[in-house]
């Protein structure tokens, strides 16, 4: 449970740093990042130049959206550490978005499932979530080895 918990909070950090900027003004680290993960996806699934450009577009949406909801559970959540007196109410309210967050991910992710069977192969589609896992780990593992 806990390397459950540390990956998901390095997916989490990772996405944030990916989208916490404008594209523009995006980090050499997110900007790397970004590109990286990208890049094993399309050579982990063999995505042809026309599936890249249909697909990768609707990726990219599908990681905003998600980013977005953490987003906004981090908000809220950091608004009720800020307060000097919250009520109950406040706690309930950003314990639910926190908690929340996996369930509107797998909504997202259900939602953009159905619009990538349409540019993905069945077999692609498995190997998306084996890429993405992939990112991941060599992701962690690099952290590990840093310290």
Same mark, same amino acid.
């Given at each position: 449970?806990? !390397? *459950?918990?540390?990956?998901?909070?390095?997916? *989490?950090?990772?996405?944030?740093?990916m989208w916490g900027q404008s594209n523009t003004g995006r980090?050499?680290?997110?900007?790397?990042?970004?590109?990286?993960?990208?890049?094993?996806?399309?050579?982990?699934?063999?995505?042809?130049?026309?599936?890249?450009?249909q697909f990768m577009p609707l990726y990219e949406q599908m990681? !905003?959206?998600?980013?977005?909801?953490?987003?906004?559970? !981090? #908000?809220?959540?950091?608004?009720?550490?800020?307060?000097?007196?919250?009520?109950?109410?406040?706690?309930?309210? #950003?314990?639910?978005? *926190?908690?929340?967050?996996?369930?509107?991910?797998?909504?997202?992710?259900?939602?953009?499932?159905?619009?990538?069977?349409?540019?993905?192969?069945?077999?692609?589609?498995?190997?998306?979530?084996?890429?993405? !896992?992939?990112?991941?780990?060599?992701?962690?593992?690099?952290?590990?080895?840093?310290?």
């Amino acid at each position: 449970m806990k !390397r *459950l918990v540390s990956i998901f909070f390095t997916v *989490l950090i990772i996405t944030t740093a990916m989208w916490g900027q404008s594209n523009t003004g995006r980090s050499k680290f997110a900007t790397d990042m970004y590109q990286a993960k990208h890049e094993m996806i399309i050579e982990e699934l063999g995505l042809t130049q026309t599936q890249q450009k249909q697909f990768m577009p609707l990726y990219e949406q599908m990681e !905003r959206e998600i980013y977005q909801v953490n987003r906004n559970a !981090r #908000a809220l959540a950091a608004e009720v550490e800020k307060k000097k007196n919250p009520t109950d109410r406040d706690y309930e309210a #950003a314990a639910s978005a *926190l908690s929340n967050t996996r369930v509107q991910e797998g909504d997202i992710e259900a939602k953009y499932f159905e619009k990538f069977s349409k540019i993905l192969s069945k077999k692609q589609l498995f190997l998306l979530k084996q890429a993405e !896992r992939k990112f991941t780990q060599q992701m962690i593992s690099k952290k590990r080895n840093k310290k």
